[in-house]
């Protein structure tokens, strides 16, 4: 599948694998290995699977992410992932883009970035990741929109994952209603949206979301497995 070996954005970027879209968004990609892998690099990943929001949790959260320019990474994101691929996870990435169904992005434009995401991601020493995802609106009715869980039932059934014995990390309370439908851990970051969620939704923790862990950022909670 794909590969990444430039340190800066491509003038015309390598497109992935692709079949035609449905409401789901992106079909998966198995992202590729750079040609020099780390001898500590892990052949298998048998460790239970994670997946991770990305606008908010990765990178910071803008409410329109579609040049190079808009991804600004979150301090310590780049090495969260990378410590969990060598701890042996499955990595799975999310991404809701509702600005599709608006017609301010396209999904062309979410496959350029996600090649610059994996380019930057191999720069840091991720050799691979296991695929991404996103939805193209939040609409309730569209399954794949959050707290719907479409896009990690195809996740389960394209890329041969267990939620019900993995995490999901988020940002905001979409993400850890998922997290809950899915038989997910739901994790928390205090990053992105995540203090405003947690001030909202987990102070005088209700019932319903006893089950919640939070951390401040991705890398405190890949430190913590």
């Given at each position: 599948m794909g590969r990444y070996k430039s340190k800066q954005p491509p003038t015309?970027?390598?497109?992935?694998?692709?079949?035609?879209?449905?409401?789901?968004?992106?079909?998966?990609?198995?992202?590729?290995?750079?040609?020099?892998?780390?001898?500590?690099?892990?052949?298998?990943f048998n460790g239970p699977v994670i997946g991770i929001d990305r606008d908010g949790v990765i990178n910071e959260w803008k409410n329109v992410i579609k040049r190079y320019e808009d991804v600004k990474f979150i301090n310590g994101s780049?090495?969260?992932?990378?410590?969990?691929?060598?701890?042996?996870?499955?990595?799975?990435?999310?991404?809701?883009?509702?600005?599709?169904?608006?017609?301010?992005?396209?999904?062309?434009?979410?496959?350029?970035?996600?090649n610059f995401y994996m380019q930057n991601f191999g720069n840091a020493g991720i050799m691979s990741i296991d695929g991404f995802y996103y939805n193209q609106s939040d609409n309730i009715q569209d399954p794949y929109a959050k707290p719907n869980i479409g896009m990690l039932n195809r996740a389960t059934q394209e890329m041969n994952v267990d939620f019900k014995k993995g995490y999901y990390v988020g940002d905001t309370i979409e993400d850890i209603k998922m997290a809950q439908k899915a038989g997910a851990k739901p994790i928390l970051v205090r990053t992105g949206k995540g203090e405003k969620t947690e001030k909202e939704h987990l102070k005088g923790i209700s019932s319903k979301y006893n089950d919640v862990q939070v951390f401040d950022n991705l890398l405190e909670f890949a430190g913590s497995l």
């Open positions: 015309q970027p390598v497109q992935f694998p692709t079949s035609t879209p449905n409401n789901g968004g992106s079909p998966p990609q198995q992202m590729g290995m750079p040609p020099q892998q780390p001898a500590d690099w892990p052949t298998t780049l090495e969260a992932i990378k410590q969990l691929r060598l701890k042996g996870h499955r990595v799975v990435l999310f991404s809701d883009q509702p600005n599709i169904s608006r017609g301010l992005m396209s999904d062309q434009d979410v496959q350029n970035l996600q």
